[in-house]
C-alpha cells in the first residue's frame, strides 16, 4: 500500500515526520521536494488587510468574543 507521510529534511539529512505519531517504516521510498514554505504573501498583505482590521466596525463586530471589556 503506497503512503503519504509528511516529513522534515534536517541539514545534516536526518529525516523526521511532521506528526510525532509517525514511524517512519524501515524500507524504500520516494522524495519529493516542496517549495519552501515562504511568508511573504502574508507580510505583503498586511498592510491592506489593516485598513479593514482597524475599522470601528471591525471591532463591533468581534466585540461579543472580547472576554474583557476595554
Known amino acids: ?5 509528511e516529513v522534515e529534511i534536517h541539514y545534516n ?3 523526521r515526520p511532521i506528526e510525532t505519531t ?9 522524495l519529493t521536494l516542496l517549495e ?5 504573501t502574508a507580510h505583503l498583505s498586511e498592510q ?9 466596525e471591525e471591532d463591533e463586530a ?7 471589556k476595554l
Open 1 to 5: 500500500m503506497l503512503q503519504t507521510i
Open 13 to 15: 539529512g536526518v529525516i
Open 22 to 30: 509517525v514511524k517512519l517504516p524501515a524500507g524504500r521510498a520516494l
Open 36 to 40: 519552501p514554505v515562504s511568508y511573504d
Open 48 to 56: 491592506a488587510l489593516a485598513e479593514d482590521w482597524l475599522k470601528p
Open 62 to 68: 468581534w466585540a461579543h468574543l472580547q472576554s474583557v
